[in-house]
């Protein structure tokens, strides 16, 4: 059995879950890959319908999933409810109407007239079975989307949620069931983190997708490298703010107070650090110190607590090593009045450095710790950014659109927003994922939807088989060397004399090459001026290609006279 306490308040909470044996590990991959088989074939809009009930469901449940969350998490009901529940249910509704549109069969242009007889299709086919294992600070608003991701996608999936979220994992499987889908289709099964990889690969999980720490994503990596089962890994962030000398103060200040601050701080994106411009750092530091001071942390404050003790210690850790390398406590939070001493809380904290030496510049602390910096120039304030190995997400503060996109696109991080932070993974159409240590892959929107699926290329004639026999490269090789130099003569011609020799070429070669059978014994295979002649002349019967041959000099008729226009030049 899986006992669970609340962070708040220290209290073992009611509901014992039994864990899932390593024989009911494989019953459940097993049912899985039936179910999926029977739900891969299903429209996008039947799968559509099964999801919007469970969008419905969510919907008509969202206090009871803030209270589990809160419970089993430490933040406050309102975090729960704006940061998880309502999140889940937009994206459920979004994926629902969107899916199709991105996953549909899609045409691909040709890419040169040469192959103007070939054309491509791209599609995106379901993976099969998606493990997912997810971590402790979102416990359901992260596992939620990617399940949805999933299954519209067409795919079975496999959840295993953090030991101490296994109540949010229930409710997760109650809002599925709500959906009606396939028996098997999706389970959650209680396993240790340790046993949870290696059963999910012993049992040939097609892919899988990890929240959680670099250590864990890096010994998920060796371990999936023995089957190459493909990973998506988002590993957290060392995310930063920078403020330009013409932010709004009062925007920035409440923004990036609340990125830093919001869930006791444990947002892989959330803001990390704050780089402020010399010119406003004074007042911006009075503003965002009076703003902290002003918070409560507490069961019916503004920030709730943290989850577990080991992040905790890791906070206090970060913030004593900050003191003693030159930092100050600029401003703290106050607890409210029924906040419970033997829950694991830490006031929000605001605090000035004059360097990165200090660990939590450099490292994901994961708790309620905003420290603030100042800089000179621009380029300096995009330099300490991006010294970081984790790139996650960043934003930039400031009234010059124009400035902040230029600044973004500098920034080494895989999301960047401006005049504001942390509110995107909230978005279901804007991909989530980062750089460097930051781990691989998207979740979320188009790209995270293509990460649930294998991408399939299917090329084809235009014309019938049985009209062009043959494709100019292929056997008998004999008269191909002579003939590709026609066409390169042709396509890259040095000279008006060049290209009309390669014109010639071009055509000697290839419209036998094309439209003739391979007579293994006919000197037809030859390709000579003769056998063009008689070709046109004596071949009736494929006139056609004769007529084809013509409309494609004439469709592209602007390309030739634009090569030799360049040539001539």
């Not at 014992?16 to 890959?33: L, M, W, Y």
């Not at 009075?286 to 503004?302: E, F, N, V």
């Not at 939070?333 to 939590?360: F, I, Q, R, Y």
């Not at 120039?377 to 996109?405: C, F, G, K, R, Y």
């Amino acid at each position: 059995m899986v006992k669970t306490t609340n962070p708040q308040t220290g209290e073992v909470l009611p509901t014992d879950v039994p864990s899932t044996s390593d024989e009911q590990t494989r019953v459940v991959f097993e049912k899985a890959r039936a179910a999926q088989k029977e739900w891969k074939s299903l429209s996008f809009s039947k799968r559509a319908a099964h999801c919007n009930k469970v969008a419905a469901y969510l919907a008509e449940n969202a206090e009871i999933g803030s209270k589990i969350v809160s419970e089993t998490n430490g933040k406050t009901l309102t975090d729960a409810l704006q940061t998880e529940i309502l999140p889940c249910v937009m994206a459920a509704k979004w994926y629902a109407s969107n899916t199709e549109r991105l996953l549909k069969k899609k045409k691909i242009p040709c890419g040169h007239f040469m192959m103007g007889n070939k054309a491509n299709t791209i599609e995106h086919l379901p993976v099969g079975v998606v493990g997912i294992v997810s971590p402790w600070n979102y416990p359901f608003a992260i596992p939620f989307g990617e399940i949805i991701m999933g299954l519209m996608a067409g795919n079975a999936v496999v959840l295993k949620v953090a030991t101490q979220s296994v109540l949010v994992g229930e409710f997760i499987e109650k809002c599925i069931a709500a959906g009606g889908f396939p028996t098997g289709l999706f389970a959650h099964v209680v396993l240790s983190g340790s046993k949870c990889s290696k059963l999910f690969l012993e049992n040939k999980v097609d892919k899988i997708f990890f929240t959680g720490s670099v250590p864990v994503g890096k010994q998920l990596m060796k371990e999936a490298s023995e089957s190459l089962t493909p990973l998506s890994l988002e590993l957290g962030g060392n995310d930063p703010a920078i403020v330009l000398p013409d932010a709004d103060i009062e925007r920035a200040t409440s923004g990036i107070l609340w990125a830093g601050f919001q869930n006791a701080g444990q947002s892989c994106g959330g803001v990390e650090r704050v780089y402020v411009h010399e010119s406003i750092f004074d007042k911006f530091v009075a503003l965002a110190s009076a703003k902290t001071a002003a918070l409560k942390h507490g069961p019916s404050g503004d920030i709730g607590s943290m989850s577990t003790a080991g992040q905790l210690k890791i906070v206090k850790d970060h913030l004593a090593d900050a003191l003693q390398k030159g930092g100050k406590i600029l401003a703290q939070s106050s607890k409210t009045d029924d906040l419970n001493e033997n829950g694991l809380w830490h006031p929000a904290t605001l605090l000035e450095v004059t360097s990165h030496e200090p660990v939590t510049m450099m490292d994901e602390t994961f708790g309620p710790l905003i420290p603030i910096m100042k800089y000179s120039t621009i380029e300096e304030a995009i330099n300490l950014a991006n010294d970081s190995d984790l790139a996650l997400t960043s934003s930039v503060w400031t009234e010059d659109h124009h400035l902040a996109v230029n600044i973004c696109s500098k920034l080494e991080t895989g999301i960047t927003t401006i005049n504001d932070h942390l509110y995107t993974h909230g978005c279901a159409e804007t991909p989530w994922g980062g750089w460097k240590l930051s781990g691989l892959g998207r979740t979320h929107g188009e790209i995270g939807l293509h990460e649930m699926t294998n991408a399939k290329a299917m090329n084809y004639d235009i014309l019938p088989s049985r009209l062009i026999p043959r494709d100019i490269w292929w056997f008998p090789s004999k008269p191909n060397y002579q003939g590709m130099l026609s066409v390169l003569s042709f396509l890259y011609p040095k000279s008006p004399v060049q290209f009309v020799k390669g014109l010639v070429g071009t055509l000697i070669f290839a419209i036998p090459k094309m439209f003739t059978p391979w007579k293994v014994s006919s000197d037809l295979q030859k390709g000579n001026g003769f056998w063009l002649v008689f070709f046109l002349l004596s071949n009736t019967m494929k006139l056609s290609f004769v007529v084809f041959a013509l409309r494609w000099l004439i469709v592209n008729r602007n390309t030739i006279l634009e090569m030799i226009s360049v040539s001539s030049a």
